[in-house]
């Protein structure tokens, strides 16, 4: 069975600074998918980024961007330019990509705090 | 984009009455759902999974007979809490495969049970 790991419970950073969220998983499917959602207070599961494990080039999606290291199986999530609206709790997630309608396997979740 | 509704966002019940919760998909047909329960501050753990036209399936230890799960048409999915108790007061969450991005989640709903 796959696992996610976040070993940041809680993070912050200063309002336009950069934050860099950490997240390991574990598993021996060579494809996969994995994800950053962000769940601010509305509990509104919201999609951040999206990696595919057989593309070597990391995914960004504006001010948001991966460092995927698929041999240590690593996947951390960098915010650039930090806006009080990105305080939220960050989930890692995985997928499997072979079964259909397989779930998600979430990691814990990181807090993290955006100063003003 | 792809639209999940969850309805209610909230609610309170008393010990021991049922609630039902339900999910659908407002812009897409949604054949595998998922449901989640997330305890405060901490993650989402799958309850179960629902198909369209047939029986959920369920993650271990979670009790078939008091979580109820119905995935009648392709855009609604049921999930009823009976007898309910206040240890099952919690955040749940239902996910449909569907959409832009492949799966989308509804907004939740928070049970709480008096």
């Known amino acids: 069975a796959q696992t996610v790991t976040q070993s940041q419970p809680e993070m912050s950073v200063q309002e336009a600074e950069t934050v860099t969220l950490s997240c390991t998983y574990d598993?021996?499917?060579?494809?996969?998918?994995l994800f950053w959602y962000k769940q601010p207070p509305s509990r509104q599961m919201i999609l951040v980024i999206r990696?595919?494990?057989?593309?070597?080039q990391n995914a960004t999606e504006n001010r948001f961007s991966v460092n995927f290291q698929k041999a240590a199986k690593s996947f951390s999530l960098k915010i650039s330019d930090s806006q009080l609206g990105d305080a939220a709790m960050y989930f890692c997630?995985?997928?499997?990509?072979?079964?259909?309608?397989?779930?998600?396997?979430f990691g814990p979740g990181t807090r993290l705090s955006v100063l003003p | 984009g792809a639209v999940v509704s969850q309805h209610p966002s909230r609610v309170i019940c008393k010990s021991g009455t049922s609630v039902k919760i339900e999910c659908r998909s407002l812009d897409f047909q949604a054949t595998t759902m998922f449901w989640y329960r997330q305890f405060p501050k901490k993650s989402l753990m799958l309850m179960a999974t629902s198909n369209e036209g047939s029986k959920a399936t369920y993650e271990q230890g979670v009790e078939k007979d008091k979580f109820l799960i119905n995935h009648a048409s392709l855009t609604l999915s049921t999930l009823t809490v009976t007898s309910a108790h206040p240890e099952d007061s919690s955040f749940y969450i239902c996910?449909?495969?569907?959409?832009?991005?492949?799966?989308?989640f509804g907004s939740g709903t928070r049970l709480t049970v008096v």
């Open positions: 598993t021996s499917e060579s494809d996969y998918y």
């Open positions: 997630a995985y997928r499997s990509i072979d079964n259909y309608g397989q779930n998600f396997v």
């Open positions: 996910s449909a495969r569907g959409g832009f991005d492949g799966y989308t």
């Open positions: 990696q595919e494990a057989y593309k070597q």
